[in-house]
């Protein structure tokens, strides 16, 4: 007798389908719910959810890091010949000016070591902290047809006052690019406040009516920073411990990157810019 192929085949799929429909309660019982089909969208087993806040940083408390930066810019290279300060029409200024009066950016001390030097932590374990606050109140007064600090540093969102305690007005540009630029008139004897809400390096302050008369301002998310002082030094405590790659800029001799490994105890070292 011929068999017939085509009912062999469906003879082999119905005894397949019945052997299916036997074992398949023995693989539930073994191995629990049988998975489910995915749904279009529906987020991937394991994978993280989105729009999940990255993990908090870490508050920081000065009174655990003991660490400390100090030392000494220094220029190495030519020393830029001196730039006096310009005379007049105003004769308030003219008066506290004198003769003349050299510029903040062309000070060089006969050792070589330059004052207005902004040193600052660039990158490190200072990045896992939160909650910096500022140092004090700040102010920058224009006394004398000048402002002083020439360079300075602020927390993002610190306050801060320009003063004018002069016989004569002043007119306070600050240029911004992150942070919104601001230009105030101030009569003789007055003040106001500014406040940088981004972080933002080198913005410049300048006085539209002496315009011999600038500053420089960083707005950083912490406070480990630092000015060099009139004999080139500077002085940044209370880091937290680890590796650390610290930045130093002046205003016409460049910027220069200083790996530092910061440990409890205070370290001292030596920056040199080259004028490049």
């Known amino acids: 007798m011929t068999s017939n192929p085509a009912s062999a085949s469906l003879f082999s ?5 019945l052997a299916l ?3 398949a309660p023995l693989l539930v019982a073994c191995d629990g719910d049988p998975p489910k089909p995915m749904v279009p969208g529906a987020p991937v087993p394991g994978a993280p959810v989105p729009g999940t806040p990255a993990a908090a940083a870490t508050p920081y408390v000065s009174a655990d890091h003991t660490g ?3 030392g000494v810019v220094r220029l190495v290279g030519d020393t830029p010949a001196p730039e006096l300060t310009p005379a007049g029409v105003d004769d308030h200024c003219n008066a506290v000016i004198g003769e003349g009066r050299q510029r903040e950016k062309t000070l060089v001390n006969a ?3 330059l004052p207005h030097t902004f040193v600052w932590a660039w990158q490190g374990p200072h990045a896992e902290f939160e909650g910096y606050t500022a140092q004090g109140e700040l102010r920058v007064t224009q006394a004398g047809c000048r402002y ?3 360079v300075f540093g602020v927390l993002v969102g610190q306050v801060f006052v320009v003063e004018n305690p002069d016989d004569t007005a002043h007119d306070v540009n600050m240029m911004a690019a992150r942070n919104d630029p601001r230009s105030v008139s101030q009569p003789p004897h007055t003040e106001d406040d500014f406040v940088l809400k981004k972080r933002e390096a080198r913005v410049r302050f300048v006085c539209k009516t002496h315009g011999w008369m600038e500053a420089w301002c960083f707005a950083l998310d912490h406070p480990f920073f630092a000015t060099t ?3 080139g030094r500077f002085d940044i405590s209370g880091l937290p411990a680890g590796d650390y790659v610290f930045k ?3 205003e016409m001799h460049g910027e220069v990157e200083i790996p530092v490994t910061v440990g409890a105890e205070s370290l001292e070292i030596d920056v ?3 004028g490049k």
Do not use: F, K, Q
């Open 13 to 17: 799929r119905i005894v397949s389908g």
């Open 21 to 23: 429909l036997l074992v």
């Open 68 to 70: 400390r930066v100090t």
């Open 111 to 113: 050792d070589g070591t």
């Open 148 to 150: 002083s600090p020439h």
């Open 229 to 231: 002082d009139a004999a």
């Open 248 to 250: 130093a800029w002046h």
């Open 272 to 274: 040199e810019l080259t």
